[in-house]
């Protein structure tokens, strides 16, 4: 069992950063992959970005790489986003997620994920 809090949203011009924190309980985080998604209303959740369980292993949609860095600290039971150079299309409810059963991969699918955190709202004004 993994539980999972999203907390860092809030409201940000363009241009600006946020940190998002995703904090983990469970004896199976360390193990776990976990990654980022975002939705807005009317629209597909949709990928943001992953990392293994080592936190080696990265991966992000095209639209923000260069921009968001994902990463974890196991000490803490805590992953992160950092989003830098943030646009207005940015703009969403994020949603971590993490999967213990399949900590080496990278998983880009929603489906793939067995926990979820409640989500944090990013807004980015132009």
């Known amino acids: 069992q993994v539980q999972l809090v999203e907390s860092g949203g809030g409201l940000v011009q363009a241009g600006g950063s946020l940190r998002l924190s995703c904090a983990a309980s469970?004896?199976?985080?360390?193990?776990?992959?976990m990654g980022w998604f975002r939705q807005t209303p009317g629209k597909e959740r949709e990928f943001v970005a992953a990392?293994?369980?080592?936190?080696?292993?990265?991966y992000y949609r095209r639209s923000v790489r260069g921009r968001f860095t994902i990463s974890r600290d196991t000490a803490k039971n805590t992953m992160y986003l950092q989003m830098n150079s943030l646009k207005p299309d940015d703009t969403a409810v994020y949603y971590c997620?993490?999967?213990?059963?399949?900590?080496?991969?990278?998983?880009?699918?929603?489906?793939?994920?067995?926990?979820w955190g409640q989500g944090t709202q990013v807004t980015v004004s132009s």
């Open positions: 997620a993490a999967e213990p059963s399949r900590g080496s991969e990278l998983l880009t699918s929603g489906d793939e994920y067995g926990y």
């Open positions: 469970g004896r199976t985080y360390s193990n776990s992959a």
């Open positions: 990392i293994s369980w080592s936190g080696i292993s990265t």
